[in-house]
């Protein structure tokens, strides 16, 4: 599976959710999540997202974001339409410490 990761936090341009060919993208409130059961692997994502907040789990990163993927996955709305991105997604992109800002 692929799985979201910090960097979409606050983030959350959605640019994601248009390629994905199953649609197995849920919406919170500041970021997204991949359900991990649904996720084909297929890779059209990753590059698609402008904050490079989706990785394959084998990418090291993935290891403390794939649980919370899987949990919120099956919480939160399934979103397949690019919304508006928060007025200020760029000054977050890249900004260390966004996990504390998680918001389930
Ligand atoms: Fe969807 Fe493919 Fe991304 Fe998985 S890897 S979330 S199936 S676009
Ligand atoms: Fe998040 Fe990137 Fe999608 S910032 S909403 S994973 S395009």
């Not at 402008?50 to 949990?71: H, K, Q, Y």
Request: proline content about 11%; aromatic content about 8%.
């Amino acid at each position: 599976t692929y799985v979201v990761i910090e960097n979409c936090i606050k983030c959350k341009y959605m640019d994601c959710v248009e390629v994905c060919p199953v649609d197995c993208f849920y919406a919170g409130e500041n970021m997204l999540v991949i359900h991990p059961d649904e996720c084909i692997d297929c890779g059209v994502c990753e590059p698609e997202c402008p904050a490079e907040a989706i990785v394959p789990d084998s990418d090291e990163r993935a290891a403390e974001w794939l649980e919370i993927n899987r949990t919120y996955a099956a919480q939160w709305p399934n979103i397949t339409r690019k919304g508006e991105p928060p007025p200020d997604a760029d000054e977050w992109n890249g900004k260390p410490g966004k996990k504390a800002l998680f918001s389930p």
